[in-house]
């Protein structure tokens, strides 16, 4: 465990909850932190947010009635949902279909058959429908445990946020494809041990694949448990279900938190690899609101790390913005939108605060909303 130079860096250079009837796509009139304060309570399942347009939100009916009581108005996004297409793709290019599980499956085994010096393929464990949570490790030397700095990279823990199933995808192509003949690229492999996750969640990212186009109705957000899934990202261990405002004990709602830290074999996959590994360094993308967020989440509060957070998010929308994309937003979660708890970056940094906790934290977690 030593070197962490440019490792966010790199991540930035190699670089959508099953919807009740009447759920709509609608962007709310709200731009101020006292809007968003005023908002939180409600549990509104938000899609993004910008300064100059406002908040994006999957509504049902009752949250339209609730915004309506606190005098919000809102507009409808008329958005054509067939354009979202699964399979049929070309080579590792971001154009076409989006890749199906069963397609990532097969590509990755692919990658780790023609490149076992770089690449080893294992399973984390299984999802609550008993398919397998692959992970991709990434090294000179793959099937040994080395002294080396590690990292973790992970996309689609919200079932409908498929394009970030897309991106460690695109990291894993692009390391084949460079490792040989990139000087810095083979660097920075060989004195890191890199475990990359494409999907978090593959019976929702299914369930996506088989419900859309058409309409709204492939927009789930969470996993598979009856009656209605938990929101993964509101179900690790550090001061999860702090209050009832950035997650909810309803079953039934966006944010339900599970009955317990790490209920779901998701996010106890994940626990499991962290309490044997030694990370440092972590990201966990979603979409899509073009921030670069980091802890605390379940208050507005800085950690003691502030100021490194601060820098690496800072270092990484620079490459973002030096390539022509974003700027995306740098803060904590409270700071940029509103707060929450029990989510993946808090405790990768805070580590399990619960009766029992064995996971002792301290590594830079970081979430990026991509678009």
């Given amino acids: 465990m030593r070197r962490l130079p440019s490792v966010s860096v790199l991540l930035a250079a190699l670089l959508a909850s099953a919807a009740p009837a009447g759920t709509q796509w609608v962007v709310v009139e709200a731009y101020s932190r006292g809007d968003f304060d005023q908002l939180a309570p409600l549990g509104l399942d938000v899609l993004s947010y910008n300064t100059s347009d406002g908040l994006h939100v999957l509504a049902t009916d009752s949250d339209l009635e609730a915004l309506a009581s606190l005098g919000y108005r809102w507009r409808v996004v008329d958005y054509d949902f067939s354009q979202v297409r699964f399979g049929s793709r070309g080579g590792d290019s971001f154009y076409g279909g989006y890749r199906t599980i069963a397609e990532m499956e097969a590509e990755l085994a692919l990658l780790a058959a023609d490149h076992p010096d770089i690449f080893n393929l294992f399973s984390l464990g299984p999802s609550y429908m008993d398919r397998d949570i ?40 692009r390391i084949a494809r460079d490792y040989y003949t990139d000087p810095e690229l083979a660097y920075l492999i060989d004195t890191h041990e890199a475990f990359i996750v494409p999907s978090i969640n593959p019976d929702g990212h299914i369930w996506v694949e088989e419900h859309s186009g058409g309409s709204p109705g492939g927009w789930r957000r969470k996993n598979m448990r009856p009656p209605d899934g938990v929101d993964l990202n509101r179900n690790y261990g550090y001061n999860w279900g702090y209050d009832d405002t950035g997650s909810s004990p309803d079953p039934w709602s966006a944010l339900y938190r599970g009955t317990a830290p790490f209920s779901e074999p998701e996010t106890l996959a994940v626990h499991d690899l962290f309490r044997d590994r030694e990370f440092q360094f972590a990201v966990s993308y979603h979409s899509y609101g073009e921030l670069i967020m980091f802890p605390w989440g379940y208050e507005d509060e800085p950690t003691p790390d502030e100021a490194t957070f601060r820098a690496y998010g800072n270092a990484m929308n620079a490459v973002i913005t030096g390539q022509g994309h974003g700027p995306y937003e740098v803060g904590r979660p409270g ?29 830079l977690g970081f979430s990026f909303e991509v678009n």
């Fill in 134 to 173: 692959w992970c991709m490790k990434v090294s000179d030397n793959p099937t040994v445990d080395e002294e080396e700095g590690e990292i973790f990279v992970h996309g689609n823990t919200h079932a409908r946020e498929i394009m970030t199933l897309e991106i460690p995808m695109y990291f894993l192509n």
């Fill in 335 to 363: 700071e940029l939108l509103y707060p929450l708890n029990g989510d993946f970056g808090d405790w990768a940094y805070g580590g399990d605060n619960y009766s029992g906790g064995v996971f002792p934290g301290g590594v």
